[in-house]
Every structure is written in C-alpha cells, then in structure tokens.
C-alpha cells in the first residue's frame, strides 16, 4: 500500500463533514474511488479512504490507521494526511489526473526519472500541460537549472528522491525552497528512500509524497 500525502490544510472542523467555509467535505478535497477523483484537489488535505469497488462509495479508514501512520518510516505526518492507495504508480497518477491543469501550464521533473513518474506527467500534453525535463549529470541534479526550468506557470515540480538507476539521493529541502520560492506544488516519489533515510513532512515542505510499503 501507498501513502499520498496532501500537506496543505483545507480548514476541516472534523465534526459534519463541511470545511470551515461551508463547502461539502468530499467536494473541498477530493474522493478518491477505485477509478480516480471525483473532484480535483483544490488545496485541501486528502482523507484517508478505502476503495472496495467502482459503484461503492469510499469508507473512512478505522481508528488503527495511526498505528499504521506512525510506522511509515516515521515521517511526521498526521492521520488525516495519510491514504492507502495500491501502490506507488496509482498514488502518483491520483495526483497527475486531480490537479485542475489548464493549457499553458507545466511541470518540472528530472531526464532520468523512473518511467512511473515520468509518464503519467507526459500524459498530460494532451490538455496542453507541458513536462520539463532536467538533465543529469549522473544522477546529480544541477539544482539551479532545476529552478530555471521554472516559470510563472510552473505548477508543480515532481522528483524520486533516491535514482532508480544509481541510488543518487537529492536534496529534499533544497527542492522544496525552489518549489516554495517559484510558487509550485512539490511531488516526491520516495519509494527508494522511505524507512531508510530520516525524513520529517512537518519541516520539510512537501505537498504531496508516496511510496509503497513493500520497500
């Protein structure tokens, strides 16, 4: 099972389901169902859920998931920013298929991805989204050409944290200063690095980050 971690808060009040504005909970942030969003994310945290099929409607996790929570590599997450999803490659494309992209957009990511966080983003060239790539130097990211790819449409900026084909581990803080400083979401593929290195979601600024719990 994967985590997909949504870190900005969309104003819950945890007790009827609406958001702090008014607006219906599922509608605010998202429901994730066995084929995909209902509703783009809109800046809201995602609630964990199970799928059991199509035409059923998504069931909030038990109580235990904070067990579950607090041995995911110990990554400083709260229950509400947890979600079980099958694996990685599922986590990455809820992310990719529930932004509301619009045509002009773009996002940054690196030449040597691994093909799972690579082509969902390709995928979107089709609404007229842009996928930027940049070079390597062996798996070494220049971070300030990293960050002249960026623009003012820069949407999001998605890394593996750890190479697929090296094992080169990039600098998480340093990618999400570029992200906060361009305005861009930050997307973190951490299935080579999750349990193995030390990494706390509450200091390091992430949006969204999944990995599966098989590694």
Not at 21 to 43: I, S
Request: some cysteine; glycine content about 12%.
């Amino acid at each position: 099972h994967v985590g997909v971690r949504a870190l900005a808060g969309g104003g819950r009040d945890g007790r009827d389901g609406k958001t702090r504005d008014g607006q219906d909970r599922n509608e605010a942030q998202g429901v994730l169902r066995c084929g995909g969003w209902r509703k783009p994310v809109r800046g809201a945290t995602i609630v964990a859920r199970t799928c059991h099929g199509d035409d059923e409607p998504p069931v909030r996790l038990p109580e235990r998931k904070m067990e579950f929570n607090s041995d995911v590599g110990g990554i400083g997450a709260t229950p509400d920013e947890i979600t079980l999803v099958p694996n990685t490659t599922a986590g990455i494309n809820l992310v990719a298929e529930g932004l509301d992209w619009r045509p002009g957009d773009n996002l940054v990511t690196i030449a040597d991805e691994y093909p799972s966080n690579l082509y969902p983003w390709m995928h979107l060239a089709d609404r007229g989204v842009e996928t930027r790539r940049v070079p390597t130097t062996d798996g070494v990211v220049d971070y300030d050409q990293l960050a002249d790819h960026c623009d003012e449409r820069t949407r999001l900026i998605t890394v593996s944290w750890v190479a697929f084909s090296n094992g080169c581990r990039r600098d998480l803080d340093a990618i999400a200063e570029i992200a906060a400083r361009k305005g861009a979401l930050l997307f973190v593929d951490a299935i080579q690095g999750l349990g193995v290195f030390p990494l706390d979601v509450s200091r390091t600024p992430i949006d969204f980050l999944a990995a599966d719990g098989h590694k």
